[in-house]
């Protein structure tokens, strides 16, 4: 086994272990406010450009997860964009986010969860504005270490993490990737994926926690390929169609 992978291997289990450690009560905080957003029969979505869209999908339309979360896309801000490259011009494009958010259907008093490892790009910087302009409760994922030593590429001279209600630390480094390799002066291996993934799941179970605790029922999907599953997901769907927005 490569050194470096052991490396890397440690890197993860040590970043997994700080989110542990050290952001638990925001993760209890931010699943309250999903929470609350479920009892007062409001919508939760989520947003992630380009990369960052992975814990996006992570959360939505899958086996263990909320039927609820409602994902925010822009197709020129996902991996099949092509030139791919045209994804970190859209990210910096005034006006994008506002008509991103605009198109969701997002209201007054739902959730958003905006991850963004640097939180420093005009798309999740003028999202975050919109929404807290919308009376919309706002959360985001934010890797603190790299948000705090770099200045915002918005207009308004803010980063995402100074908008939000609350933030998660991801507990990774600047430039995200973690491992250096001999020979090679760019860093590989980034972590934010594996840490994102780690934070969206904890937040899951709190919100289960939560909803079972007020004597309700989780909507959680369940695994396409078991039998039976597809019937019940499709009860799932139809019960929470009015804050279900993905399948209409």
Same mark, same amino acid.
């Given at each position: 086994m490569s050194?470096?992978?052991?490396?890397?291997?440690?890197?993860?289990?040590?970043?997994?272990?700080k989110i542990n450690d050290t952001q638990q009560e925001n993760i209890d905080k931010v699943a309250q406010m999903m929470t609350d957003a479920i009892l007062g029969n409001k919508s939760i979505y989520a947003f992630g450009p380009s990369?960052? !869209?992975m814990i996006v999908e992570e959360m939505v339309y899958r086996a263990g997860g909320l039927a609820l979360v409602n994902p925010i896309h822009g197709a020129a801000l996902l991996p099949n964009?092509?030139?791919?490259?045209?994804?970190?011009?859209?990210?910096?494009?005034?006006g994008y986010a506002t008509a991103l958010i605009k198109a969701s259907g997002i209201k007054k008093d739902d959730f958003l969860l905006i991850h963004s490892v640097s939180a420093r790009i005009p798309i999740v910087v003028e999202m975050a504005i919109q929404a807290k302009e919308m009376g919309v409760h706002l959360a985001g994922i934010v890797n603190m270490d790299f948000a705090t030593k770099v200045t915002s590429l918005d207009s308004s001279g803010k980063m995402m993490q100074e908008v939000c209600d609350i933030v998660?630390?991801?507990?990774?480094?600047? !430039?995200?990737?973690?491992i250096s390799i001999e020979g090679l002066s760019q860093k590989v291996a980034p972590t934010s994926t594996?840490?994102?993934a780690f934070i969206v799941n904890s937040l899951v179970i709190r919100v289960c926690e939560k909803l079972i605790e007020k004597g309700i029922e989780p909507p959680v999907?369940?695994?396409?390929?078991?039998?039976?599953?597809?019937?019940?997901?499709q009860k799932l769907l139809e019960k929470n169609k009015d804050r279900i927005h993905y399948m209409y």
């Open positions: 050194l470096y992978v052991n490396d890397y291997k440690k890197k993860l289990i040590d970043m997994i272990s990369h960052a !869209g964009a092509r030139p791919i490259s045209i994804t970190t011009l859209m990210e910096r494009l005034p998660i630390d991801n507990c990774g480094e600047l !430039g995200d990737a973690s594996v840490a994102g999907f369940r695994s396409a390929n078991i039998d039976g599953a597809n019937e019940l997901n």
